[in-house]
């Protein structure tokens, strides 16, 4: 094997939008653009889909600027796809690579785009193709093994508690039940971040339940019960994903059916059934009559405004080290972050891609309270950092009462 490998650059990104994924797509570009074994860098449009059709940009040709511009935009610029490939599928994939003299192939995806990558770089291994290829970490559900953190959960974690924060406000001006609905099939972590809105000691989300827990209704609505008699309101955050101790989706449980996406797994918050079935479930139950819910559903993956500072930069870097192991070590693998001090900083690593694919990585104990329905200081400490910098803040009136007259 070479120890310069010369060729063209292919990048893409798969699965759901985040805000800062293409800080990872222009990394990759620029970064690669500064290599003379690079002969081009090229753009696959709706990731593996697109390397099938054989439907590239030509990024060697874009200019630094617009790439600059189109890194600070969130969603996928590249576009997407929910292909799942299979190994017929990925030897598609190979050919079209190899008529393109694809040298180095990064992609940026969460759970199954780690997968894709295995299986491209196991059938150039079987083909004696030398091929680079690197899997970018990328999700808001923050639910890759090996990572401290992923690229995306910042931002959508900032765009949580802010809603929330929002929501605080809200309820405590006409008190009520307030549900709020958040992204999370098997990882609780995005959910979670529903508790950096919390400010004053009877602000919300007063309950968080997230899929790592065990879903009872009957404790369900003692919790928001106590929570409603003590502050005469109550704010809940709830993952999309909760399950009764049996297993079973509790959309599925409520709805007395069961429905599948195009990958086999249950259709969860994206009718927004959950929050209205947890919302009459309180009504019927506690026979309170103010009572909302809301599904965050794609809101916080794409949402203008919202990058965290430090998510955004972060983002960035897994593209250009990817782009260096690629480079320099002539290895490959998947970039991951590391937390190596208690404060804040980070360190980026690869690892080998079968650490990475098809995993899951769930909140750990320490991070959910005793009664599994809110987190701990732990997770705070570790999810703080992440929310970037200079996040609003609510304010209240502080104002003395003035001593009643008719009604003392």
């Known amino acids: 094997m070479s120890n310069r490998l010369e060729g063209k650059v292919l990048v893409a990104q798969g699965g759901g939008p985040t805000p800062v ?30 390397i099938i059709d054989e439907n590239f940009l030509d990024l060697t040709r874009e200019t630094t600027h617009n790439l600059e511009q189109v890194s600070g935009t969130p969603s996928s610029g590249l576009l997407s796809t929910r292909d799942k490939p299979d190994e017929e599928y990925c030897a598609r994939m190979f050919k079209v690579m190899q008529a393109h003299d694809i040298r180095y192939f990064f992609y940026v995806g969460g759970n199954d785009s780690s997968d894709t990558v295995r299986i491209v770089n196991e059938q150039a291994k079987e ?3 030398e091929l680079r290829a690197i899997h970018i970490p990328k999700t808001i559900d923050n639910d890759l093994e090996e990572n401290d953190h992923c690229p995306g959960f910042g931002s959508a974690a900032r765009f949580v508690s802010q809603a929330f924060a929002g929501v605080n406000l809200d309820n405590r001006a006409l008190q009520g039940v307030y549900i709020g609905v958040v992204m999370g099939r098997h ?58 101790p049996q297993g079973v989706a509790m959309i599925t449980k409520l709805l007395g059916t069961e429905e ?149």
């Open 127 to 129: 083909a004696n193709y």
């Open 187 to 244: 990882a609780g972590f995005l959910t979670a971040a529903s508790s950096m809105a919390q400010k004053y000691f009877d602000e919300g989300p007063h309950l968080v339940y997230v899929p790592e827990r065990a879903f009872e209704m009957d404790k369900f609505l003692g919790d928001v019960e106590r929570t409603y008699k003590q502050y005469g309101l109550c704010t809940i955050a709830v993952s999309e994903g909760i399950s009764d």
């Open 260 to 408: 599948r996406d195009s990958h086999g797994n249950i259709q969860l918050s994206g009718t927004g059934a959950l929050g209205d079935l947890l919302a009459n479930e309180i009504r019927s139950g506690l026979g309170i009559k103010r009572v909302r819910s809301d599904t965050f559903g794609y809101l916080q993956r794409s949402f203008m405004g919202i990058q965290s500072d430090r998510d955004a930069r972060e983002a960035r870097e897994v593209g250009e080290k990817a782009v260096q192991y690629a480079m320099w070590d002539n290895v490959d693998g998947s970039v991951v972050i590391r937390r190596p001090v208690l404060n804040y900083s980070v360190d980026y690593d690869l690892v080998p891609i079968e650490k990475v694919a098809g995993k899951t990585r769930h909140m750990p104990d320490n991070f959910i309270n005793a009664a599994g329905n809110g987190v701990t200081e732990d997770f705070k400490n570790y999810c703080r950092p992440l929310l970037g910098s200079n996040l609003p803040e609510s304010h209240r009136l502080r104002a003395p009462k003035v001593p009643k007259i008719l009604h003392p």
């Open 21 to 50: 994924i293409n800080q990872s797509v222009v990394g990759v570009a620029l970064e690669a653009r500064k290599f003379s074994q690079v002969t081009s860098v090229y753009g696959a449009i709706h990731g593996v889909r697109g």
